[in-house]
């Protein structure tokens, strides 16, 4: 049998309804909250940042949305995100990948106020969820645990397995998953032998950008399988896993339309929480 397909759709009406309720709790004359968008010059940020601002503008959550120059020197960057940190019509500051090359991959971690840091990429946030104590944890992999948990998958007591470990996917994907309770195993490019790790997995989470990377033999009978990838093959959106692993698994993750409008759900749940709006954020 085909596996269950676990669509986001509903998972982000879920989060949708929560919001609405919670920013009808704002009276009428209420500054909104705002989410400052730094935007890179590359397709595939653009294309993210316009899904942002369909999915705010539908809850009435403010975006100021800033193009991120090329050429953009790192002290200009830096007096920027200075600038939105000490706005205080600014609720949450975004800084999509990939930045412009003259931007050192961490400084955005030393940088970002904490209190405004709505994906979770700052040193303090990072470093809470890596103590189990998450506050703000990053969009993608949340939204994939919360894709589980909405389809009853049981996490606890369950071998994880974890392809990709970058700062915004793999790695804080697995320390989530340990918090839920899972045992974890996190693979990468130099990880030997990969189809042997992932056979393993009761869940199997892939956030490698390889397209079509997990072939039905990479996969256990009857795992649930969760796909974070994203390429572009041929004018289409594809995953890492390949589409025969549909008749191994037993629930697999669509692209699209799967983890990926997930995110942009769990950004806004991000930023009303950094507004005061939803304290007991992110669920326990
Ligand atoms: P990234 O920074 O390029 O990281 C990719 C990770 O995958 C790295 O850790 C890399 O290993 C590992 N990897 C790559 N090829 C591999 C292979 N053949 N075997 C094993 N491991 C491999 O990418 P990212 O920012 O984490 O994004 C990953 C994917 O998720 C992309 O397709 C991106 O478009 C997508 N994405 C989706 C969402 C969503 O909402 N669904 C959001 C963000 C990103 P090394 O560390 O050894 O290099």
């Known amino acids: 049998m085909p596996a269950r397909l676990l669509t986001g759709a509903p998972v982000v009406e879920d989060l949708h309804r929560e919001i609405e309720t919670r920013l009808a709790t704002l009276s009428p004359d209420a500054p909104r909250p705002t989410l400052a968008l730094l935007v890179p010059e590359d397709p595939s940020a653009r294309a993210y940042a316009k899904a942002i601002r369909k999915q705010f503008t539908k809850l009435n959550l403010n975006i100021r949305a800033i193009w991120l120059e090329e050429t953009a020197s790192e002290a200009e960057f830096v007096?920027?995100?200075?600038?939105?940190?000490?706005?205080?019509?600014?609720?949450?500051?975004?800084?999509?990948?990939?930045?412009?090359?003259?931007?050192?991959?961490?400084?955005?971690?030393?940088?970002?106020?904490?209190?405004?840091?709505?994906?979770?990429?700052?040193?303090?946030?990072?470093?809470?969820?890596?103590?189990?104590?998450?506050?703000?944890?990053?969009?993608?992999?949340?939204?994939?645990?919360?894709?589980?948990?909405?389809?009853?998958?049981?996490?606890?007591?369950?071998?994880?397995?974890?392809?990709?470990?970058?700062?915004?996917?793999?790695r804080p994907l697995a320390l989530l998953l340990l918090a839920a309770d899972a045992t974890v195993t996190i693979c990468h490019s130099r990880t030997p032998n990969l189809a042997e790790m992932t056979r393993q997995a009761d869940i199997l989470l892939t956030a490698a950008g390889h397209p079509r990377l997990v072939t039905a033999d990479m996969v256990k009978p009857g795992a649930v399988v969760v796909d974070f990838g994203v390429s572009v093959i041929d004018g289409q959106l594809v995953g890492d896993v390949d589409p025969a692993v549909r008749e191994r698994a037993s629930a697999l993750t669509p692209v699209p339309g799967g983890t990926g409008p997930v995110t942009t759900a769990v950004l806004a749940c991000n930023l009303l929480h950094l507004a005061g709006l939803w304290p007991d954020w992110p669920p326990r």
């Open 79 to 170: 007096r920027l995100v200075k600038q939105l940190g000490d706005d205080a019509s600014i609720t949450g500051i975004l800084a999509l990948q990939p930045l412009p090359r003259s931007i050192p991959r961490l400084l955005l971690a030393n940088l970002i106020p904490p209190e405004k840091d709505v994906d979770g990429v700052s040193f303090a946030q990072q470093g809470r969820l890596a103590l189990g104590q998450p506050d703000i944890a990053p969009s993608t992999p949340l939204g994939g645990l919360l894709l589980l948990r909405h389809y009853g998958i049981e996490i606890a007591g369950h071998h994880a397995v974890v392809i990709g470990r970058s700062p915004v996917v793999g």
